[in-house]
């Protein structure tokens, strides 16, 4: 059983890692701007209010957590916030660790556009991708980079788990397979995962780790 704190647990992707963890017999402090937001009486659960964007209110909120998972997104707002909630785990997280003097690991759920369709050519940079997304995009690659460049110097345990292409609500099937820099498709070209089972592979890295200090990613 794993201690786990977990930003964006009322998000599309956080509900269903909150689920996932709590069906396993984890314990999950759910750490979010408005405890209403989340029942109080879920056995394994924990509501806490805090601030992702706060390095100060994320030291705070995670004590006594082993692993702090963010699935936390910018939304309608400032798609920059990503690069500053990154940063604010991070400091965070060393806070806490330094505190307690215990080993804290960090997964940051991440986007797919910076996986590579080809040797150096990431699915962001692709003639066809979406105009639209490219903003964020852009800055959750950034992310990546900034966990690289910084993470190990910070003496962070962390870990970047990009999706498939399209995730979207689905079946829970228990059956993918993972990658770490390429685009996973399948026979027909396509990459795809359910939140679900993205899920799954996410609670299955806090259990069993294989890639700490690396990225890694999951579909179909």
């Not at 405890?35 to 706060?54: C, E, N, Q, R, S």
């Not at 099937?173 to 795809?192: A, I, N, Y």
């Amino acid at each position: 059983m794993a201690k786990i704190a977990l930003y964006g647990a009322t998000g599309m992707i956080g509900q269903r890692i909150l689920r996932e963890a709590l069906s396993r017999g984890h314990q999950v402090t759910a750490i979010v701007r408005n405890v209403a937001k989340l029942p109080t009486d879920t056995p394994g659960l924990t509501p806490k209010p805090g601030d992702v964007l706060k390095p100060e209110s994320v030291a705070v909120a995670i004590k006594g957590n082993e692993v702090v998972v963010s699935s936390y997104g910018p939304g309608s707002g400032d798609p920059k916030d990503a690069l500053v909630a990154v940063r604010s785990l991070m400091e965070g997280v060393a806070a806490a660790k330094e505190t307690s003097g215990k080993p804290i690991r960090l997964i940051i759920v991440g986007g797919a556009a910076s996986l590579e369709v080809s040797p150096g050519v990431a699915l962001l940079d692709t003639p066809n991708f979406p105009a639209a997304w490219k903003p964020v995009a852009s800055i959750y690659r950034d992310v990546l980079g900034i966990l690289r460049s910084e993470g190990a110097k910070a003496g962070l345990e962390w870990t970047y788990f990009s999706p498939a292409a399209f995730i979207q609500p689905g079946e829970r099937t228990g059956k993918f397979r993972l990658g770490t820099d390429q685009l996973v498709v399948d026979s027909k070209g396509e990459s795809r995962i359910s939140c679900e089972d993205y899920a799954i592979a996410l609670v299955d890295e806090i259990e069993k780790p294989q890639f700490v200090g690396r990225r890694f990613t999951a579909a179909y």
